[in-house]
């Protein structure tokens, strides 16, 4: 079972279903999940209705009943950089999926999740690709889950084949190849996507840059800079070299968002990959000295 406990915060008597709605940002199927749950809705120890009143120090806890989990698979490791009693920030390896699926059924962040968090549903707040590396948060309720959906700011970083100079934004629609149910494509009757990049250094054959994303599209950055025609080093799939790298250079080294709970500001941060590191050797980043501001282009 999963539990979200507050205390009411408000100048006024209210409603308890329009202060949950308001100003916590449970949604109405939330809601309505929490109303048909025995004792879903506590206030002060003793069951209540989401039309009852509540008032300022007034401790309500909401309490929801756990789908079925995946399968635990406890020979897994994957480190985690930080948790509360609501989520846990993991740094993903590549190789692993987070999701399972036919071809990866034990073998994903999901299923050590499930080994190291028994008795919580895997909610996967962002998503990365299997050989993709770094942050990825998963939410311990439906609550944090929904208050953080979409809501997370990240900082990709990778290292492209080529000399890049200049920051920039890429802007082109991304489509499913025709005849392809994995890769991807730009062409003009493609979703929008929008991509902003700014370079950090060179070594003799790459070009190191951190990205910010303004759309989630499947592949988006790999297929946006094969199309600007500096593809990702170790994406053989989208045209990179694979001379130096055994996999697709990109991780997610930075995430930044607001707690649902607190409402305080929070980061995470994991140092790109060593073999990511020895293809630009010159940059070195100071993840220590970085914080949001820094990181806004």
């Not at 709605?21 to 048909?36: D, E, H, N, P, Y």
């Not at 506590?42 to 209540?48: A, E, F, K, T």
């Not at 944090?144 to 809501?151: C, E, F, H, R």
């Not at 890429?170 to 149910?181: G, L, M, Q, Y």
Request: charged letters at 20%; one cysteine or more.
């Amino acid at each position: 079972m999963g539990q979200l406990k507050l205390v009411i915060q408000t100048p006024e008597p209210v409603r308890l279903c329009e202060y949950l709605r308001r100003r916590i940002g449970v949604s109405a199927r939330l809601l309505a999940r929490l109303k048909r749950t025995p004792a879903g809705i506590l206030c002060n120890g003793v069951p209540v209705r989401a039309v009852d009143p509540v008032r300022a120090g007034d401790v309500v806890v909401l309490t929801m009943p756990e789908q079925e989990g995946l399968e635990p698979n406890p020979a897994l490791y994957v480190p985690s950089v930080l948790e509360t009693a609501h989520y846990i920030v993991y740094d993903k390896p590549t190789g692993m999926p987070v999701h399972p699926s036919a071809r990866h059924r034990r073998d994903t962040l999901g299923n050590y999740f499930a080994a190291s968090m028994p008795g919580h549903t895997f909610r996967a707040v962002n998503r990365l690709d299997r050989d993709t590396s770094g942050l990825c948060m998963i939410a311990k309720d439906a609550y944090t889950a929904s208050a953080l959906q979409g809501k997370l700011e990240k900082r990709y970083y990778a290292v492209l084949c080529g000399h890049l100079t200049g920051d920039g934004t890429i802007s082109a629609p991304i489509a499913r190849t025709e005849a392809s149910i994995i890769t991807r494509c730009v062409r003009q009757d493609g979703q929008p996507a929008v991509t902003h990049y700014r370079v950090l250094g060179h070594s003799a054959d790459y070009t190191a840059v951190e990205i910010r994303l303004e759309t989630g599209r499947t592949h988006q950055i790999r297929v946006h800079f094969s199309h600007l025609g500096y593809p990702l080093a170790g994406d053989d799939l989208y045209g990179g070299s694979c001379r130096h790298i055994g996999q697709q250079a990109l991780h997610c080294g930075r995430l930044f968002w607001r707690d649902p709970v607190t409402k305080q500001a929070c980061s995470a941060v994991s140092p790109w990959r060593r073999d990511m590191q020895q293809l630009v050797p010159a940059v070195q980043l100071d993840w220590r000295n970085r914080n949001e501001e820094d990181c806004k282009f």
